[in-house]
């Protein structure tokens, strides 16, 4: 402006080639009153000063003016030379004005300038990047004698529109062509490699870049670190890191982002500590790779001083940063710190929003997350289907039906009835909040089901019992030539072993083998469990061994596995194993630990470890452990030592616990114990036709005939119906299932004449019916009839019809298996020389050669 005011003051401020100076000068500083200024009083309208004003406005982003600009300049009568109709043409790429852009390449054409290199390359970019590649590959092609720079501009316009596979192909066209590729060309095809995650290639570009002497160049390095981290090689990313001299801010942010990318979050946060031990100083995406590490990590206290970073960075109240800070002390379940920093946002967009209910979601701060949903619906915010999936695992946790219905309902009338997420989520959803039957409509309704889709309803049908529902969607699914997962294999291992179905449970092991998820831990944890709940613990114990790395899961399956197979020792011994190897139990552990002691009999080994539950292992008893100590001590008969422990309990014994002294009264006869328990249970769970029936039958051992006969009349009064007995057999990949009396059976005939001939080969090996164990006011010989067509019994008999001789009989049962069933198995298995496995709801019986493998102990 000095030099400006001595142009003046001698008189050279109408020399044109000055003026044409001070336009430029005044352009490239952003101070486009002045240059304007000179432009309009200039007395003959000059090309060149046009020409420089056009080019400041397009350069500095101002392309709404650069634009009229140029609108005036061709009222004025003044023809575009080949320097302004690039800066024009820049303008309208960026306004994405398509029909002032092919104006301007009419004028091209029409003076003569399609030839000029630099127009041509403008037109190229214009085109591609305002949706006519087309037109743009065509305009390159006309292009007759090509520089790199031409080459240069299609590849960015590829690269732009995710059109990695025609770069790679317009790459080699230039390499074939003889041309040779600069710095620049390199970095977009690295740029491109990284979008293909194509690590061949992007080897290739490296070559290229070492041969041709670029290795050095910044900007192609730290393309190449930033390929190699997302592509998943971290070694080569680091190696091409360490090549650079002086790492710059851009080289930094991409080898901690490609860290975090690969969740090495602590190789990410040591080189975050180089960095500022080297002086340079972080930036919001450096400190945002940071909060994703401590996130990760659960580093609470290095968040916190990250966030304290940001404070003083002035960058505190940034939307992008404070969503990272959410996220991050919500992952560090400091729910608390993640409320505050969204309430002090000064502006929430719906993206701040998503993770603040994400952030209760996952810290199953469910029914405040379903509160700040209906806020930020109140301040018309909108939602996408991120916040539609996330408020729908909250109501999944909260199974609130009603609320279900009303998201699903929004998702209508908003459009994303279709959308892949919010149906799966909504599969998800209905299906937890026990309502499978909506769970199928919506994914019937779905045109584009997915895996996603089938292993929600597949895990919607099991958890509601609906195993066989559960298999047939399964096949549906291969049918579709929908290859499995692990996760939907994990959920039909599960829905075999609640239907004890052994056989489609090794079909389910056959395709984990076929699709190779054996590594899986999901996979070989269900493993485990289907088999052990399936009656093999051969099976589950060899699924076991071949999980890679055990985790506490694992180890609890197969030490309640054992337990439940009445291997009490063997599942100490697996415990003891489990300590050896540093793997420290949980809750559920001990809960099975306990049962291994109980189920064998092993009181003075169960007192030690429940004990010493708070010195050994750092854990308070809980209710479920505290039961089992109970039950533990009523079979073995110590009635007083477990009232004891009921009334040391630090809490207000549950239904398990009572439910655990209801059954050590009956077994030990003990009426007043029973009345009690019974009478707790009664106020518990009134509803429950258990608690009645275990009571007469305590009433009936004593001969107390009036009592049992009182409690029948207390169960018409109220209401309660007896639970009926019902067993299940699985037969050629067919669950069957049986009641007591049942003749609805295709080969009902043939199993009941199996039963008669039973009988007569029972009695000739000593068995007497325990007629007193059966409570209805009949004849003996009544109850005898009866006592013979209890569901177990039927399906053993039909069993014994339906498999090939030798193979063993599996059968579950929804109650405790009675006396007289377990007398008559244990018979039965010596007859015929099989072994017969019964699952009832305490536990496992092998019956082999006439003996059963609890003990008879249960």
């Known amino acids: 402006m000095e030099i400006h005011a001595n142009v003046i003051k001698f008189g050279l401020s109408q020399d044109l080639k000055i003026r044409?100076?001070?336009?430029?000068?005044?352009?490239?500083?952003?101070?486009?009153?002045?240059?304007?200024?000179?432009?309009?009083?200039?007395?003959?309208?000059?090309?060149?000063?046009?020409?420089?004003?056009?080019?400041?406005?397009?350069?500095?982003?101002?392309?709404?003016?650069?634009?009229?600009?140029?609108?005036?300049?061709?009222?004025?009568?003044?023809?575009?030379?080949?320097?302004?109709?690039?800066?024009?043409?820049?303008?309208?790429?960026?306004?994405?004005?398509?029909?002032?852009?092919?104006?301007?390449?009419?004028?091209?054409?029409?003076?003569?300038?399609?030839?000029?290199?630099?127009?041509?390359?403008?037109?190229?970019?214009?085109?591609?990047?305002?949706?006519?590649?087309?037109?743009?590959?065509?305009?390159?092609?006309?292009?007759?004698?090509?520089?790199?720079?031409?080459?240069?501009?299609?590849?960015?316009?590829?690269?732009?529109?995710?059109?990695?596979?025609?770069?790679?192909?317009?790459?080699?066209?230039?390499?074939?062509?003889?041309?040779?590729?600069?710095?620049?060309s390199l970095s977009i095809m690295i740029n491109v490699c990284t979008g293909l995650e194509d690590s061949g290639q992007g080897r290739k570009i490296h070559g290229y870049l070492i041969k041709l002497g670029y290795d050095s160049d910044p900007f192609s390095a730290n393309a190449l670190v930033d390929m190699y981290a997302k592509v998943g090689i971290l070694e080569d990313a680091s190696s091409v890191f360490d090549e650079i001299a002086k790492p710059e801010i851009v080289s930094w942010n991409a080898i901690i982002a490609g860290c975090v990318l690969r969740e090495c979050h602590h190789r990410a946060l040591e080189l975050f500590r180089e960095m500022n031990k080297s002086g340079m100083c972080p930036n919001i995406f450096t400190l945002s790779s940071a909060l994703k590490a401590c996130a990760a990590m659960g580093l609470l206290e290095l968040g916190r001083q990250l966030h304290s970073s940001l404070i003083k960075m002035d960058i505190g109240s940034d939307s992008f940063m404070n969503v990272g800070l959410i996220d991050m002390y919500s992952k560090c379940n400091s729910v608390d710190d993640a409320r505050l920093?969204?309430?002090?946002?000064?502006?929430?967009?719906?993206?701040?929003?998503?993770?603040?209910?994400?952030?209760?979601?996952?810290?199953?701060?469910?029914?405040?997350?379903?509160?700040?949903?209906?806020?930020?619906?109140?301040?018309?915010?909108?939602?996408?289907?991120?916040?539609?999936?996330?408020?729908?695992?909250?109501?999944?946790?909260?199974?609130?039906?009603?609320?279900?219905?009303?998201?699903?309902?929004?998702?209508?009338?908003?459009?994303?009835?279709?959308?892949?997420?919010?149906?799966?989520?909504?599969?998800?959803?209905?299906?937890?909040?026990?309502?499978?039957?909506?769970?199928?409509?919506?994914?019937?309704?779905?045109?584009?089901?997915?895996?996603?889709?089938?292993?929600?309803?597949?895990?919607?049908?099991?958890?509601?019992?609906?195993?066989?529902?559960?298999?047939k969607l399964y096949l549906e699914m291969q049918d579709r030539g929908i290859k499995p997962d692990s996760f939907v294999c994990s959920s039909l291992l599960n829905t075999c072993a609640s239907l004890s179905a052994y056989e489609q449970g090794k079909q389910v092991h056959v395709h984990i083998l076929k699709f190779g998820f054996m590594s899986d831990i999901f996979a070989g944890n269900s493993l485990v469990n289907m088999y052990a709940k399936c009656g093999s613990i051969e099976d589950a114990n060899h699924a076991f061994s071949e999980i890679p790395e055990r985790g506490i899961v694992s180890w609890s399956a197969m030490i309640g596995g054992l337990a439940q197979h009445g291997y009490g020792k063997e599942a100490l011994q697996l415990f003891k194993q489990m300590l050896k190897d540093g793997v420290p139990p949980n809750h559920i552990t001990l809960v099975s630990v306990l049962c291994a002691c109980n189920h064998a009999g092993l009181v003075a080994e169960a007192k030690l470890y429940f004990n010493s539950m708070k010195i050994l292992f750092g854990m308070e008893p809980l209710q479920e452990h505290y039961a089992c100590m109970i039950d533990l001590l009523g079979r073995a008969g110590k009635l007083e030592e477990a009232m004891e422990l009921v009334n040391k309990m630090p809490f207000q014994a549950n239904a398990s616990v009572w439910g655990a002294l209801l059954g050590a009264a009956r077994i030990h006869k003990n009426v007043d114990l029973g009345e009690q328990a019974a009478g707790m249970l009664l106020d518990l769970e009134p509803e429950k036709s258990g608690t009645h029936v275990l009571l007469a039958n305590i009433y009936a051992s004593v001969g107390m005939w009036d009592n049992v006969a009182q409690v029948r009349r207390l169960m018409k009064e109220s209401n309660v119906k007896k639970e009926p007995g019902m067993s299940w057999l699985e037969v050629k990949d067919k669950v069957y299932t049986f009641t007591v009396g049942d003749r609805s059976h295709s080969r009902s005939k043939e199993i009941y004449a199996k039963l008669d001939e039973l009988s007569d080969l029972l009695n000739k090996a000593g068995y007497v019916p325990m007629v007193e164990i059966d409570l209805h006011d009949v004849e003996p010989s009544e109850k005898e009839q009866l006592l013979y067509h209890h569901s177990e019994k039927l399906a053993v008999a039909f069993g014994l019809i339906a498999t090939p001789p030798g193979a063993p009989i599996r059968v579950k049962k929804n109650l405790r298996v009675c006396l007289d069933c377990h007398t008559v198995l244990k018979f039965i298995s010596k007859i015929v020389s099989r072994e017969i496995i019964v699952r009832d709801t305490n536990r496992f019986h092998h019956f082999r050669d006439g003996l059963c493998s609890c003990g008879d102990y249960w």
Not at 57 to 77: D, P, R, T, V
Not at 93 to 98: E, Y
Not at 120 to 126: C, D, G, P, Q, T
Not at 396 to 401: P, S, V, Y
């Open 20 to 184: 044409n100076y001070l336009v430029n000068l005044y352009s490239k500083c952003q101070l486009f009153g002045y240059a304007r200024k000179l432009v309009d009083r200039s007395t003959e309208p000059d090309l060149v000063s046009w020409s420089a004003l056009i080019s400041g406005y397009s350069q500095n982003g101002f392309c709404q003016e650069a634009i009229l600009a140029f609108y005036e300049m061709h009222l004025l009568g003044i023809k575009c030379n080949e320097f302004a109709f690039p800066s024009v043409l820049k303008a309208c790429t960026v306004t994405k004005d398509l029909v002032l852009g092919k104006q301007v390449h009419g004028i091209v054409v029409v003076t003569g300038f399609e030839s000029d290199e630099f127009i041509a390359n403008s037109l190229v970019v214009f085109y591609a990047k305002c949706g006519g590649l087309g037109d743009s590959r065509r305009l390159f092609d006309a292009i007759p004698d090509r520089s790199v720079v031409s080459w240069n501009a299609l590849f960015s316009c590829y690269m732009h529109r995710d059109m990695h596979g025609e770069a790679v192909c317009l790459f080699h066209d230039m390499v074939l062509s003889g041309m040779r590729p600069n710095e620049f």
């Open 341 to 471: 920093v969204f309430k002090l946002m000064p502006e929430r967009d719906l993206i701040a929003w998503n993770a603040a209910i994400s952030g209760l979601s996952q810290n199953e701060e469910d029914g405040e997350a379903a509160s700040l949903f209906l806020l930020m619906h109140r301040e018309g915010v909108g939602f996408n289907q991120t916040t539609l999936s996330t408020i729908l695992k909250s109501i999944a946790a909260l199974q609130a039906n009603h609320i279900c219905r009303q998201i699903h309902a929004l998702s209508l009338k908003s459009g994303f009835e279709f959308d892949n997420y919010v149906v799966n989520s909504l599969i998800d959803a209905y299906g937890k909040c026990g309502h499978a039957e909506d769970a199928t409509r919506v994914f019937k309704e779905s045109p584009d089901v997915d895996l996603v889709s089938y292993t929600s309803l597949v895990t919607a049908y099991a958890q509601d019992g609906q195993g066989e529902e559960a298999l």
